[in-house]
């Protein structure tokens, strides 16, 4: 009998563990940009398929390493195909009443703000996504019975501060849970939005301000992670208490770059510590996420992750699109974003290529803790 019931406590949390649906990762390597005056060793990484790719190996260039995601973008995807096969399958639910994410990872540099926002020319994630809530939202047949309403917030999270960007000099806000596990931010400035144009003329204004900050405050932007907030909110025309909402969440994170590396001091220091601690936690909440293992998912431990809390996981659908570049310089730092995202990895003895150069010697003892440390922590 008292097995039985240990047979049924286990049995409990299994399924109590399958809830948790698992975060999608995605991988997009950005083109090559070198200099003309940088020497040129050629990239150090490339796509082998649409799930797999190789990086050489800095303990031995003959050999290198292979990560299988759920999918790999080479440097000639285009916008409009990340779009659609990553982020544009997602977005019925948020009508539906379900929680989304879509973040951007990877080092400064790397792509981020690229994949996220793009330029007028080349549409990121978030203006093609908002489009596309509009058309959801306008296809929808009246008989059905349900008035749609979508509204905008917007926030950074920075030095572990959330700070609202649609009202300047806010101060440091509070993340709050209600009965029904729902997170959300007292003060913050909602903006109920009409149409992609109504969208743009604040979200453009308040990117810019972000941007015109971070020029000031040190690349400010770099190490903060900017987190845009759709929401649907749906009533039922015949019983207007009935109401249902959905949260998309579009984030282009800080910069993973270890920043202990840079030589950052004093408050440059803290800053990259505070970063750190949300996309440290990050990890943790993605790792335990998908290999479903984990008992406690680790929400609490940052601001990203608590305010992620209902939207991450659970019954909420996320994508996680780490940004790599394949230039030398970005070795150490694409190595640790891919051991961060990958499902699995597999060192394979075939060369790279015939011409391998060594990896920069200078830095190979440095690669080896984080790389030994990254190791030890995943096991
Ligand atoms: P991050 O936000 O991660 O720091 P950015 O998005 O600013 O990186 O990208 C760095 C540079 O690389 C920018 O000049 C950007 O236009 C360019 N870039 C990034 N990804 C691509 C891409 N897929 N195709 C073309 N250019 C890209
Ligand atoms: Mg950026």
Redesign the pocket.
């Known amino acids: 009998t008292r097995r039985i019931r240990m047979a049924q406590r286990v049995a409990l949390s299994e399924g109590g563990n399958k809830k948790h649906s698992r975060v999608r990762v995605a991988v997009?390597l950005?083109?090559f940009?070198a200099q003309p005056d940088e020497r040129d060793d050629g990239p150090c990484v490339r796509g082998l398929d649409s799930q797999n790719l190789e990086i050489i190996n800095w303990r031995n260039a003959t050999e290198s390493v292979k990560y299988h995601f759920d999918a790999f973008y080479g440097?000639k995807?285009t916008?409009q195909e990340v779009f659609l096969s990553s982020v544009k399958p997602i977005l019925p639910h948020v009508l539906n009443g379900q929680n989304a994410s879509v973040f951007?990872y990877?080092?400064?540099?790397?792509?981020?703000?690229?994949?996220m926002?793009g330029?007028s020319e080349?549409l990121g994630v978030i203006p093609r996504a908002v489009r596309e809530v509009f058309n959801l939202v306008n296809a929808k047949d009246a008989n059905e019975g349900w008035d749609y309403k979508i509204g905008m917030s917007y926030l950074e999270i920075y030095n572990e501060k959330v700070l609202d960007l649609l009202s300047p000099n806010s101060q440091d806000l509070p993340i709050r849970e209600d009965k029904d596990k729902n997170i959300f931010i007292p003060g913050l400035t909602h903006i109920t939005i009409s149409s992609f144009s109504d969208f743009d003329s604040h979200f453009v204004p308040a990117s810019l301000n972000r941007t015109t900050a971070s020029t000031k405050l040190n690349q400010r932007s770099?190490r903060s992670h900017a987190v845009l907030l759709i929401k649907v909110v749906r009533t039922w025309r015949a019983l207007h208490h009935r109401q249902q909402t959905g949260k998309l969440y579009l984030i282009?994170l800080a910069?993973s770059e270890d920043n202990r590396r840079t030589g950052n001091q004093g408050i440059r220091l803290k800053e990259s510590g505070a970063i750190n601690l949300s996309l440290f936690t990050l990890s943790k909440v993605v790792d335990s996420l998908n290999s479903g293992t984990a008992i406690r998912v680790p929400y609490r431990d940052s601001k990203l992750t608590r305010l992620l809390q209902d939207s991450l996981g659970g019954s909420a659908h996320s994508v996680m699109i780490t940004?790599i570049?394949p230039e030398y310089k970005y070795y150490f730092d694409t190595f640790s974003a891919l051991n961060f995202a990958a499902k699995s990895k597999l060192i394979v003895n075939k060369p790279f290529t015939r011409e391998t150069v060594a990896p920069p010697v200078l830095t190979v003892k440095r690669a080896r803790e984080t790389h030994e440390a990254q190791e030890s922590g995943t096991e």
């Open positions: 997009r950005r083109p940009l440097e995807t916008q951007a990877g080092p400064t540099g790397a792509g981020k703000t690229h994949t926002l330029s080349q770099s282009d910069g940004n570049a």
